[in-house]
């Protein structure tokens, strides 16, 4: 099975833990890292609403918690007509742990639908140069 089919597995296999009491809104990603080491998260909400995290989020945590730092591919899922992309947030993290080649997916429960670079998805990336002015 090609790696990109098993990352869509995985993330579609840990959405089913998402906790989403709130919204009802089940949604997966998982992380293909440079090292090939696979990370998966769900997203996990809260009663108090802003303390929830996004699948994203639970994804990379994992990823650094594991040793990894940079991110190849990251498969995202959810059980939605138009396909869901990650928060404003979340592609600043994403960004975080990318090179000029990080892919990010885009997928519904059946498979991946659409790919994008991350520079296409947050091309004015707040970023390290502009913490140094
Ligand atoms: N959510 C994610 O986990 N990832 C996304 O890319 C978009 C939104 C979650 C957050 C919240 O638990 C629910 O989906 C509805 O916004």
Do not use: W
Request: charged share 20%; with cysteine; glycine share 6%.
């Amino acid at each position: 099975m090609s790696d990109l089919i098993s990352l869509f597995n995985k993330a579609l296999q840990i959405r089913q833990n998402a906790y989403a009491p709130y919204s009802k809104f089940c949604v997966g990603a998982a992380v293909l890292s440079s090292n090939d080491n696979v990370y998966s998260g769900c997203n996990v909400e809260n009663v108090s609403y802003p303390n929830g995290t996004c699948a994203e989020t639970g994804a990379i945590a994992a990823m650094v918690a594991g040793g990894d730092v940079l991110i190849k591919d990251i498969v995202v899922v959810a059980d939605s007509k138009v396909l869901i992309k990650p928060c404003g947030a979340c592609l600043q993290r994403i960004f975080e742990f990318a090179d000029n080649n990080t892919k990010v997916h885009l997928a519904d429960l059946e498979g991946i639908k659409k790919t994008y670079l991350i520079s296409e998805l947050l091309p004015l990336a707040f970023n390290e140069e502009e913490l140094k002015q």
